[in-house]
């Protein structure tokens, strides 16, 4: 059962064009979610957030959009660098604060 | 305090040996997590500890894996007679209640790759 789930598994985008991955759940007791981003080998860190009382939130050159009636949110990034080339996560957390459900993540490549 | 920090990073194991994985948290998170990921595959949820209860273990778990957080610091992640198919990135998580907020966000360590040969 995939309560979070990432249908994109890669993007490719130019550099400094709009970066936008989409993000699913099937929860409606998720009321916070997340964005991580991953290299190779490492660990998660941790971009941006969005409680379920927002609908966006923003960040510098990240956007996050939370739609709670399409369950859908997305990560807008503008504009779009090479050094954002990474896997990225959404995550979604229940009331209370418990465990964080994982999507299968996407691929994104910027190309100069 | 730098953040999460596990050991080892990598571990190589033949099958049917025990290993043990420990994970240092930031520092008054009170909560700790366990996770593992594959290749192509989210970070998979093992077990969480909220100070030193474990309040909820993934019903994938099998009974080979166990985890600890004895003092409601460290936490130590046991696999058991290993198998091939544990060879994956075990990661370990922080969180705390920031301000008495519940929802924050989790920190990770750089995990530890485990290899069963």
């Known amino acids: 059962d995939q309560q979070v789930k990432q249908n994109s598994p890669s993007l490719s985008v130019q550099e400094g064009r709009i970066s936008i991955l989409n993000c699913d759940y099937t929860n409606s007791m998720f009321d916070y979610f997340l964005w991580y981003k991953k290299y190779p080998a490492e660990g998660p860190t941790f971009l941006i957030s969005i409680s379920s009382i927002k609908d966006k939130n923003e960040d510098g050159r990240f956007t996050v959009f939370l739609n709670k009636s399409a369950k859908h949110l997305s990560l807008h990034i503008v504009p779009s660098q090479p050094g954002d080339s990474a896997v990225y996560f959404c995550a979604a957390s229940a009331v209370g604060g418990g465990k964080l459900i994982f999507g299968q993540g996407t691929e994104l490549s910027v190309k100069p | 305090d730098t953040g999460v920090s596990q050991n080892p990073r990598h571990k190589i194991t033949k099958r049917g040996q025990n290993v043990t994985f420990r994970c240092d948290p930031i520092?008054?998170?009170?909560?700790l997590y366990w996770y593992r990921q594959t290749l192509g595959q989210g970070p998979e949820f093992l077990t969480y500890f909220q100070n030193e209860a474990q309040l909820e273990k993934s019903r994938l778990l099998s009974d080979r894996f166990s985890a600890e957080r004895p003092k409601g610091s460290f936490s130590t992640l046991e696999i058991q007679r290993t198998e091939q198919g544990d060879s994956a990135m075990y990661l370990c998580?922080?969180?705390?209640?920031?301000?008495?907020?519940?929802?924050?966000?989790?920190?990770f360590g750089q995990g530890t790759r485990l290899t069963v040969v």
């Open positions: 520092s008054e998170h009170n909560r």
């Open positions: 998580a922080s969180r705390s209640r920031a301000g008495g907020k519940m929802n924050t966000e989790a920190f």
